[in-house]
């Protein structure tokens, strides 16, 4: 059995195994283990690296019988390179198959796997689908599975983004200003994140670690700790963009349109659901938490007001120790009210209130750029929040109090151009695992008084 013959055993074993694995977990009407979801993974990258030989290896062997049949010539034009499909010119043509190797080892490694641009990239990703095309032997380094057809093969499957355009992807959603950047981040190789939690406080006189003042030769009071363990499951958020054949030509626009807007529409859904979240194949928004406080509106208060007793009163239940790192965020038609927003002290007399000064401030004024205050913190405006006089139009939070979870490859974007092909459509397909919860699961009680606190606070409805 000769190298290719082993190789293509090899890929007819990989399959079977994968299938094995998979034919267990149907049978057993339950989701992939960590350990079955890495088995797979390494199947996968194993099974890309036979098929890639096996090509290049094909590859060379039908280049040797036309170099034989020809008498040892080059097929095509005397003196030009040799066109492919896709307009990619190269000269791999006169070269072996472990040159043919060494280029596409370097090219897979390249940042943009040979690519000048995105838009080279996804009219490649068109080209190979055309009828008795051959692909740009980019793709071919670059191949990766989707759910259609077989690997690796253009017209039949898809084609991985190469490491710099995924980079720009997952560049544009982490700098874009957002609710996830004041959040409390971490990463997981797994679609579940289990870690112990201790909500008691320094102040609980029963229940978790205690500490007690002890007399001479006495024996030490104990206590245990009250840990309960939190499982967070990472749920998958998606963006599937169809692609016009005429739309794929115009390469520039395709470079800056495409991860653009599929990382703005990712950035959009997932701070909506640290907002609203309903916890149900999605984040728990905070709005949703057990540990949120919502302030009741004042008696007789209108709606589409804000007053100082609601600011007061907001300000309070936020517990003291969160409030050096906590912002407002506000739908953005509070502003023109907070605009009005004053406080007007009592004069000594007490015959009744004088003056007043403002409470919403801008940094240096009013005519600096627009980072506006309340209570010395700053005001983030965004479309997430409920709409005016709702409940939540107006809200104090720590972030580092809430926790997103995120699976450590990140974003995954990948292209086919099998579904839509009756269309002339190319689709692009992004898609990542997330996690997102707040880490106190209820509020806090005050040590002396009636007062609760919390990371998250609201303003109700007016």
């Not at 990463?187 to 609980?204: G, K, V, Y």
């Not at 958020?237 to 794929?248: K, M, Q, R, Y």
């Not at 057990?290 to 007053?307: D, F, M, R």
Request: charged share 20%; aromatic share 8%; hydrophobic share 40%.
């Amino acid at each position: 059995m000769n190298r290719l013959e082993q190789l293509r055993a090899r890929l007819q074993a990989i399959h079977g195994e994968e299938q094995t694995v998979l034919a267990r977990v149907d049978q057993e009407n339950r989701e992939l283990s960590a350990d079955e979801t890495a088995t797979l993974e390494a199947l996968n990258v194993e099974f890309g690296k036979v098929e890639r030989e096996i090509q290049l290896r094909e590859a060379e062997e039908a280049r040797s019988q036309r170099m034989a049949s020809s008498g040892g010539r080059r097929t095509g034009d005397a003196g030009s390179p040799t066109t492919v499909r896709a307009g990619v010119e190269t000269a791999l043509e006169l070269r072996s198959g472990a040159d043919i190797r060494v280029v596409a080892d370097r090219e897979a490694e390249s940042p943009r796997g040979g690519f000048r641009h995105f838009g080279e990239f996804a009219k490649a990703v068109m080209n190979a689908g055309l009828p008795n095309a051959v692909a740009d032997r980019r793709l071919l380094v670059l191949n990766a599975a989707t759910s259609y057809g077989s690997e690796g093969v253009g017209s039949d499957g898809g084609f991985a983004v190469p490491p710099e355009f995924l980079a720009q992807i997952r560049k544009i959603m982490t700098e874009q200003p957002s609710l996830y950047s004041y959040c409390n981040k971490m990463t997981t190789e797994s679609n579940q994140l289990t870690f112990p939690t201790d909500e008691t406080t320094a102040w609980q006189s029963s229940g978790g670690v205690q500490a007690n003042w002890e007399g001479e030769a006495q024996q030490f009071s104990q206590s245990k700790l009250a840990l309960k363990q939190v499982t967070y499951r990472l749920s998958k958020l998606t963006a599937l963009v169809p692609v016009t054949d005429e739309l794929l030509e115009d390469a520039s626009a395709i470079n800056s349109y495409v991860p653009a807007k599929i990382a703005e529409k990712l950035n959009f859904k997932r701070d909506y659901a640290i907002v609203n979240g309903n916890g149900v194949g999605m984040p728990l928004g905070m709005l949703n938490a057990p540990a949120l406080i919502t302030v009741a509106k004042e008696s007789g208060q209108l709606a589409s007001t804000v007053l100082v007793a609601n600011i007061s009163k907001m300000y309070n239940a936020l517990f003291a120790d969160w409030r050096p790192s906590a912002i407002w965020i506000a739908n953005q038609d509070v502003e023109p009210v907070l605009d009005t927003l004053a406080f007007a002290p009592a004069n000594t007399g007490g015959t009744g209130l004088i003056g007043g000064f403002p409470l919403y401030l801008q940094v240096g004024g009013i005519g600096d750029a627009p980072t506006p205050r309340l209570k010395g913190r700053p005001v983030v405006y965004h479309q997430a929040m409920p709409s005016l006089s709702s409940a939540g139009d107006l809200c104090l939070v720590d972030f580092r109090q809430y926790l997103m979870a995120e699976k450590a490859s990140g974003v995954r974007f990948d292209t086919s151009i099998h579904l839509f092909f009756d269309y002339g459509l190319t689709a692009f397909r992004a898609q990542t695992r997330m996690a997102g919860n707040p880490w106190i699961s209820k509020t806090i009680a005050a040590l002396n008084g009636s007062g609760v606190y919390s990371a998250f606070v609201a303003l109700g409805a007016r």
